[in-house]
């Protein structure tokens, strides 16, 4: 399986940016961002379609945020724009071979996580 890190998170107020990154030791067919806040269940984010197509993102966040990749470095990255209290979650970096990610069940490889915290 392929390990994946994640970095990039912090506390920000609202209307701020972040960015998060993400490192894969490998090859990664599809890659994507989950989050989950406390008491709800892991959401997907962004995730690539295959080679040429769109990035999916979830209805709450288009506009806002911007998947993107390195492919040379095998790093994707979440670029966060006009913060809500309502993004504060973990967010996790996922791999699997069901582009785009959009349910948890879709991923067979998760980093460990990076805390977002927006303040109101």
């Known amino acids: 399986q392929v390990q994946l890190v994640e970095s990039g998170g912090g506390s920000v107020q609202a209307g701020g940016s972040l960015r998060l990154s993400c490192a894969a030791s490998?090859?990664?067919?599809?890659m994507g961002w989950f989050r989950q806040a406390p008491g709800k269940e892991r959401e997907g984010v962004a995730s690539?379609?295959?080679?040429?197509?769109?990035?999916y993102y979830a209805d709450s966040v288009k506009g806002r945020f911007t998947i993107s990749r390195d492919g040379a470095k095998n790093t994707v990255y979440l670029q966060m724009n006009s913060l809500k209290p309502e993004d504060t979650a973990m967010y996790y970096c996922?791999?699997?071979?069901?582009?785009?990610?959009?349910?948890?069940?879709?991923?067979?490889?998760w980093g460990q996580g990076t805390q977002v915290t927006v303040s109101s």
């Open positions: 490998g090859y990664t067919y599809c």
């Open positions: 690539f379609y295959r080679y040429g197509m769109s990035p």
């Open positions: 996922a791999a699997g071979w069901a582009c785009p990610l959009r349910v948890p069940a879709s991923a067979n490889s």
